[in-house]
């Protein structure tokens, strides 16, 4: 039975440069077994530490699946430097997953099934079991029947460096979204050397996902779109029955939000990645309250509704 709250060794094996300052970082488990049966959602966040430096929450980026983990990491501070530092064959541990990532159609499913066996839905509340509270806090977990409440349609608004939760749902599109579903991302960075993960772009435009970029201002050398990531939705018209999941920075937020409500996306169809100091994961310490909510425990993904009016959330 893994536990959830023990350091687990792992060993630095590839990295791959970003942008300035940011590297992705492919490590695997040291204990066999661990790595076995280890699993994360998308969306979720591992404490990643290495011993004398601390410790710190970061977002497991690679394929859910693989034996591997991959965080992609900015320096940005004491911690966060000290693994810009490590050579392959590195080492450092993680404890977790930890908290609730974004509500997929899988889960909805899964929602709707138990609500057809008379099993009643839990509330959104941090007292909630995580586990229980991802599958059920989805709208087809209420009274509405599945085919008003569950969207096929995914659209991805992302900022900088919030393509990074999201990346291992992206990898991972045909496990959780059917065929026909429309899968379409709007990114917005400062320039086009900021764009994260530019490689793939190519075999994500393969694998039939709509990939539309803007940056902030004119660059030499680039022709595409020009202005904030709101700029895209009149250009490309998102899906209709889509759900949203935002992530980025948090001035993002507000203009994303207003934009999506003006295309009629209804509250409960927008999901937002909250960035807030998680500093022990359990709910503990408290540092990452959200009005009754903890971040660590009920996030750090969040259906709007559930957190609009609360002040300071957003």
């Excluded at 050397?193 to 940056?215: G, S």
């Amino acid at each position: 039975m893994l536990n959830n709250y023990q350091p687990q060794p792992i060993k630095l094996i590839k990295i791959t440069p970003q942008a300035t300052g940011i590297k992705l970082f492919r490590f695997e488990f040291l204990d066999r077994d661990f790595g076995k049966n280890f699993k994360f959602s998308p969306g979720q966040f591992i404490q990643l530490s290495i011993p004398g430096f601390g410790e710190g929450p970061f977002a497991p980026c690679g394929d859910s699946n693989e034996k591997y983990i991959e965080f992609c990491v900015r320096n940005a501070g004491r911690l966060t430097e000290k693994i810009h530092s490590l050579k392959v064959g590195g080492k450092a541990a993680i404890r977790g997953p930890y908290g609730n990532g974004w509500i997929l159609p899988c889960h909805c499913e899964e929602s709707a099934t138990k609500q057809s066996r008379n099993i009643t839905a839990i509330n959104y509340s941090s007292e909630d079991n995580g586990n229980n509270l991802r599958l059920l806090r989805c709208p087809a977990a209420a009274s509405a029947p599945r085919n008003d409440s569950c969207r096929k349609n995914l659209l991805i608004i992302v900022g900088g460096l919030g393509f990074v939760p999201l990346r291992s749902l992206i990898l991972g599109k045909e496990k959780f979204f059917g065929k026909d579903s429309k899968f379409q991302i709007f990114y917005g960075a400062k320039n086009p050397d900021e764009m994260l993960f530019r490689y793939e772009y190519n075999r994500w435009r393969e694998n039939n996902i709509e990939l539309r970029l803007t940056t902030d201002k004119e660059c030499a050398g680039w022709a595409g779109c020009v202005g904030l990531v709101t700029t895209l939705f009149d250009k490309f018209p998102p899906a209709e029955n889509s759900r949203a999941f935002v992530c980025g920075p948090p001035v993002m937020y507000k203009s994303a939000i207003a934009k999506l409500k003006e295309k009629n996306f209804a509250d409960e169809d927008i999901f937002l990645s909250l960035e807030r100091r998680m500093h022990c994961a359990v709910g503990v310490c408290q540092h990452c309250a959200v009005g009754p909510y903890y971040t660590c425990k009920d996030g750090p993904v969040f259906r709007y509704d559930k957190i609009k009016d609360i002040e300071g959330a957003i």
